[in-house]
Every structure is written in C-alpha cells, then in structure tokens.
C-alpha cells in the first residue's frame, strides 16, 4: 500500500511564509536540488527578505526527524509539514481575533458591501463618519484582508466594486492610423489636463448592450480631477447621436458653463467620435465650445478613469443585458450614486463635493447633476 496522498494548502491565513518560500528555505536548509547548503537563520533571511527570528521559528516548525540508510536519526527541515501544520493550526482560530463574534460589526458590513456597494475604503470612512456599529476598530487593509480571508459572512472579493479586479496598463502605444486623428491626439493635450490640475477636462465612452439587443447604449463621460460622472441614455453608437446628447448638454446648462465645464474631452478612436467637429462646435452660437481629443489605438489606460466608472456600471447594468430595457430614472439613480459615493482617491470627499469645491453649487443643475443632503 503506497503512501497517502498529502493535499497542500498552498496559501495559508495569519502566515509570513508563502509555499514557494518554504519550498525554497527546504533546499538550503538541506542542501537538495543542487542549492548550496546554509544552515545560518542571517543568511537565510537574508535570501528570503525575512527577519532572523522568523526564519528560526519557521525552521523550528517545519523540523522532522528521519532514519538515514545507517538507521542514524537526523533533523531536517520539511516544507510540506510545515505548509500543512500552518494551515490545520490556522484552521481552528474560528473567526479573526479582532473581530472575534462581533456579529453586529460583520452585519453591517456585509450589508454596505451587498446593498450600497460599498468598498472596504468607503465603508471605513461611512463608519467614521456616522457612527461604528461596536466598539471594534479597524483599518482599510484589515478589512480587505478579512474579505480575503473569508471572515465576512457571504462576502468575497467578487462582491467588491471592482470584483477583485486589477488591470495593468500597456507600455506600448500605438500610433494613429487615422488623419484626423493624429491631428487631435492626446500627445496635444494641455499639461492641466494630463496632470489632473484644472477642473473641466473629461474623458469620454460609450457602453453598449449585448449581443441581439437593441441599439441603445450609454454615454459616459467622467471629469478627470474630481471623477464626476455624467451618464445619459442613447439610441445607438453614431456619430449623429453622441452629437446630439452633447447639443442638448449645452443647451441645459448654457453655452458659458458648458465652456467652463468641458474645457476638453478625450476618447476612444471609435466610428461614434468621428465628428469631432460637431462635437466641438456650440450649438447655440457659432462659436468653439470645448475640445476634443482622441487616446492611443488600443490604450485604454490613457482614460483610465473612464474606463473604472464603466467598470462600475456593469456592477449594476450586467453585461450582455439590454441598454434598451433600463429606465432613465434608473441609469439617473446610478450616476446620483457614483457622485455621491466618497472616494479614497479625494480624500473621503464625493466627486460632487469636489465639483463643488472647484466650481461652486451653480452647475449642481437638478437636470444634469444632483448632490444628496
């Protein structure tokens, strides 16, 4: 009868060792799979980015004792007892400590995290803000870790905002293929708007339906310093009709205004942007209301923050769902959402309170934007 099947834990809770570290501090320690043996817990940590007194304890944990050839006991380090040993010791903790049965404070995040879609950033700020549900305390990173962990009753990091999704942003750019484009690229933009600096410069898309739906799509455009999100409903992807929405913009909040509050757009190269002189021109004079620029083939990291809001819209609008079937009222009580919904990135403030902040309560119109109270 051959030997048991060991099933290993590769990640462990409450632990500074990762498999591949035990694995690796295995084939110094006992010199194995051709590494140089080192017995030193300096050398070691030094290998290791580990502190001598956690290499000592790690080892202390991991030693086995074996039977050489010669029926000699000798003491070796063992990777696969000590990732298994963490993991059974860690498994009977039962909740964390800090939260240890505060139900009360579990509850209430759960129901921010489920209901209000709250991140671990905001529901820390909610909290600080309002009232904490006990006396427990924690920070942003502890929470993210307990989600991590499992400790959140019916959470997981597929609940957060983002899902537990992180994007990493192509070095290479592409070059514009089209004319008109090249001519008004991102490379043109004014050095306010590349450095977040001014209020008033803003980044443009669309999101569309699924698949056999209709033609219905979102506009989306999303103000670069204090992320301000405008969402408005249209009948299709054309050119004629991103004009349009854009013409009845202008005609909401004026001519003035509009100038002030879209000093520039950038979007994707899509066929929907391709009038950029309608786009750019006013509707109710002759003369230039904003400009437009277009990103880099392929570089959607260059909107970044068009491209998060989206993100966030198909938290409520799923993808592959119809545009088509959601209300206006509906896709409003979205945008009243995401800007009033206090963001790490502005220091707990909400992009309306941002706006705000940089251009005073006149353009909070109750047709286009709304700040709650």
């Given amino acids: 009868m051959g030997r048991p099947k060991l099933i290993i834990k590769t990640k462990c809770k409450y632990t500074h060792f990762k498999w591949e570290e035990r ?22 940590g030094t290998l ?12 202390k944990r ?21 990732q298994n040993d963490t993991y059974l010791k860690n498994s009977a903790k039962g909740p964390s400590i800090k939260l240890g049965r505060d139900w009360k404070m579990v509850n209430a995040i759960s129901k921010l995290i489920k209901e209000d879609k709250y991140s671990p950033y905001a529901i820390i700020h909610h909290f600080e803000r309002t009232q904490w549900p006990s006396n427990t305390r924690i920070c942003e990173k502890t929470l ?65 339906s699924g698949k056999e739906c209709s033609s219905s799509c979102l506009l989306t455009l999303t103000e670069r310093k204090t992320r301000t999100e405008i969402i408005r409903k249209i009948s299709d992807r054309t050119a004629a009709s991103v004009k349009f929405e854009m013409d009845k913009i202008e005609r909401q909040i004026g001519s003035v205004s509009f100038r002030q509050m879209f000093k520039s757009i950038t979007s994707d190269n899509g066929s929907e942007f391709s009038d950029a002189m309608g786009i750019e021109s006013s509707v ?15 570089s959607s990291y260059e909107r970044g923050s068009n ?6 819209i198909r938290r409520f609008i799923k993808k592959g769902s119809d545009i088509g079937m ?32 940089e251009l005073g309560v006149r353009f909070l119109l109750p047709n286009l934007l709304e700040v709650k109270t």
């Avoid at 590494?35 to 070691?44: A, D, Q």
């Avoid at 109710?284 to 392929?298: D, G, V």
């Avoid at 491209?307 to 966030?312: A, L, S, V």
Wanted: charged share 30%; with cysteine; glycine share 4%.
């Fill in 326 to 357: 959601v209300k206006k009222s509906s896709i409003r009580k979205i945008q009243d959402w995401m800007n009033n919904y206090p963001r790490k990135i502005l220091g707990g403030k909400s992009p309306i309170e941002a706006l705000v902040d």
């Fill in 144 to 208: 993210y870790n307990y989600i991590e962990a499992g400790d959140i009753t019916d959470i997981t990091e597929k609940d957060l905002l983002y899902a537990g999704k992180r994007y990493k942003p192509k070095t290479k750019i592409k070059r514009h293929s089209n004319a008109m484009n090249a001519s008004k690229s991102i490379e043109r933009r004014s050095k306010e708007a590349n450095e977040r600096s001014e209020v008033g410069h803003w980044e443009m898309d669309t999101v569309y």
């Fill in 284 to 298: 109710l004079n002759n003369n230039s209301r904003t400009e437009l620029f277009f990103a880099h083939p392929y």
């Fill in 307 to 312: 491209e998060n809001h989206n993100g966030i």
């Fill in 62 to 82: 991991g030693m086995v004792e074996h039977l050489t050839s010669d029926l000699c006991k000798i003491k070796v380090y063992n990777a696969e007892y000590a």
């Fill in 23 to 44: 694995l690796l501090l295995e084939y110094h320690y006992n010199g194995t799979n051709h590494y140089e043996k080192i017995t030193s817990p300096t050398i070691l």
């Fill in 48 to 59: 290791l980015y580990k502190s001598e007194r956690t290499i000592r304890r790690e080892i």
